[in-house]
T-cell receptor, first 111, second 114 residues
Framework: KNEVEQSPQNLTAQEGEFITINCSYS?????LHWLQQHPGGGIVSLFM???GKKKHGRLIATINIQEKHSSLHITASHPRDSAVYIC?????????????FGTGTRLAVRP | DADVTQTPRNRITKTGKRIMLECSQT?????MYWYRQDPGLGLRLIYY???????NKGEISDGYSVSRQAQAKFSLSLESAIPNQTALYFC?????????????FGDGTRLSIL
């Protein structure tokens, strides 16, 4: 069983909708990452956070350490946001920056 | 130019062949990683290197080997390829100056073993 669970696995939205993608994990972490994988396959890092909230443009990431849960929000969604969004965690017990990845949430935003 | 470059981008080969996937980076990062991605599974770590003299196995290293030729270059080899090694392979780098740094990914190598 994957130690990092994402929901939903697939999500279809209309342009302009507010989107939330969830990530939960099982044990203590030192950091949580959100990444975006484009349809062509390339992966980019969106956020890295260990507490609170971060915002970049229309993207907002939050984390609740006590509940072992993070959310990625997209406001005013646009078709160019269509991608796979991946949550990854760095467990406190692991060395360096080794990450454990969720299976991703595939988002399609329709015009 | 991309900061993390993987070659080749696509490769089709036959069972039993030796294959090398190459990764080079211009970010000056000490840490480099090789992952594979399979449909329905998260990225899984094959090998990682925290500097030129430090090579470590990841969770799925069987059937693979690596070489860190320089700070900027980290190669992944499949000594005798088998069909279940068909996957999308990613190289990534991160800065070692502090813990918990973002990872920077190459564009991936799509490998098919027939």
């Amino acid at each position: 069983k994957n130690e990092v669970e994402q929901s939903p696995q697939n999500l279809t939205a209309q342009e302009g909708e507010f989107i939330t993608i969830n990530c939960s994990y099982s044990v203590g972490i030192s950091a949580l990452h959100w990444l975006q994988q484009h349809p062509g396959g390339g992966i980019v890092s969106l956020f890295m956070l260990s507490s609170g909230k971060k915002k970049h443009g229309r993207l907002i990431a939050t984390i609740n350490i006590q509940e072992k849960h993070s959310s990625l929000h997209i406001t005013a969604s646009h078709p160019r946001d269509s991608a796979v969004y991946i949550c990854a965690v760095a467990y406190k017990k692991s060395s360096g920056d080794k990450l454990t990845f969720g299976t991703g949430t595939r988002l399609a935003v329709r015009p | 130019d991309a900061d993390v470059t993987q070659t080749p981008r696509n490769r089709i080969t036959k069972t039993g062949k030796r294959i090398m996937l190459e990764c080079s980076q211009t970010k000056g990062h000490d840490r480099m990683y090789w992952y594979r991605q399979d449909p329905g599974l998260g990225l899984r770590l094959i090998y990682y290197s925290f500097d030129v003299k430090d090579i470590n196995k990841g969770e799925i290293s069987d059937g693979y080997s690596v070489s860190r030729q320089a700070q900027a270059k980290f190669s992944l080899s499949l000594e005798s390829a088998i069909p279940n090694q068909t996957a999308l392979y990613f190289c990534a780098t991160s800065d070692a100056t502090e813990r918990n740094q973002p990872q920077h990914f190459g564009d991936g190598t799509r490998l098919s073993i027939l």
